[in-house]
């Protein structure tokens, strides 16, 4: 699998956060765009996927990663709730994800498009910004303290699309 250090935002303008300890990717072997978006938003509130869609503008954009937030101001931010498992957290790609739900025997993560996340299993709040001003532009925050990660909510969409 991919190394940590080349995070980016995927070719489709996404960021995919996926547990696949509990993701389920199925959907249909002829599945639309409205019925994968509701899919996403589904796991999303399972707690098995974080997705996010900065826009084709920002492809191939660095990500950073930290495990804390951060002050720095931000434009826009997204955040969810993840529950990793033994099989770890992973980011994989828009791509890899709509093969998954085609597909009944596909995987969501790959050796060529997916990069294991530092993360033992628990839950985890992710929060992706980003940010007005400086580089990274993207940033993403995993926080593995459940004491501190509060009620997000239930998802109603996909963020940013």
């Known amino acids: 699998m991919s190394s940590e250090s080349a995070l980016h ?21 002829s599945w639309t ?7 996403f938003v589904a796991q999303m509130n399972r707690a098995s996927l974080f997705v996010a869609h900065p826009g084709p503008d920002a492809a191939d954009e660095p990500l950073a990663l ?7 101001t931000a434009k826009r931010d997204a955040s969810g ?3 990793v498992g033994l099989q770890g957290l992973w980011l994989t790609d828009y791509a890899q994800l709509t093969m998954a739900a ?11 498009g997916s990069t294991r996340l530092p993360a033992e299993p628990g ?21 593995p ?12 969409s996909v963020p940013w699309f």
């Open 102 to 112: 085609q597909y009944e025997d596909e995987p969501p993560i790959t050796e060529w």
């Open 9 to 29: 935002v995927d070719d489709d303008g996404f960021v995919l956060l996926v547990a696949p300890d509990t993701y389920r990717g199925f959907v249909s072997e």
């Open 33 to 39: 765009l409205d019925e994968i978006l509701s899919h």
């Open 123 to 143: 839950r985890y709040r992710i929060q992706l910004r980003e940010l007005s001003e400086g580089d990274p532009t993207y940033v993403l925050t995993l926080t």
């Open 81 to 83: 709730v993840i529950e």
């Open 145 to 156: 303290d459940e004491a501190e990660i509060g009620e997000i909510g239930e998802i109603q």
């Open 66 to 72: 930290e495990t804390a937030p951060s002050a720095r």
